[in-house]
């Protein structure tokens, strides 16, 4: 195999894995917020941030299914950052709907 494909293969892998690891936590905040918004009938209760951060937590054994390794704190905080942003976005846009 000539080393321009193992560069092309590895950009690829690494594009793959950086794309993995910004759509699941978006994916999973809306989930966290569809179900915050239909579950805890009060706003003002802290209930629905839990539902975000258990669904965080899910995602740590999301991830080795989908083979995808997270080695350091940063991508921990990317992801929670990521997955607890959406979940802020979509539940205050359902609670204006």
Do not use: C
């Given at each position: 195999?000539?080393?321009?494909q193992?560069?092309?293969?590895?950009?690829?892998?690494?594009?793959?894995?950086?794309l993995?690891?910004?759509?699941?936590?978006?994916?999973?905040g809306v989930?966290?917020?569809?179900?915050?918004?239909?579950?805890?009938?009060?706003?003002?209760?802290?209930?629905?941030?839990?539902i975000?951060?258990?669904?965080?937590?899910?995602?740590?054994?999301?991830y080795?299914?989908?083979h995808?390794?997270?080695?350091?704190?940063?991508?921990?905080?990317?992801?929670?950052f990521?997955?607890?942003?959406?979940?802020?976005?979509?539940?205050?846009?359902?609670?204006?709907?």
């Amino acid at each position: 195999m000539a080393p321009e494909q193992k560069d092309t293969d590895k950009k690829r892998a690494e594009y793959e894995e950086g794309l993995k690891k910004t759509v699941v936590p978006v994916i999973f905040g809306v989930v966290a917020a569809i179900s915050s918004y239909l579950i805890v009938p009060d706003p003002i209760s802290s209930d629905g941030l839990l539902i975000a951060i258990l669904l965080i937590l899910i995602q740590k054994f999301v991830y080795p299914f989908m083979h995808t390794k997270l080695e350091s704190a940063k991508d921990w905080l990317y992801i929670s950052f990521m997955t607890l942003f959406t979940w802020f976005m979509v539940y205050t846009l359902l609670l204006n709907f």
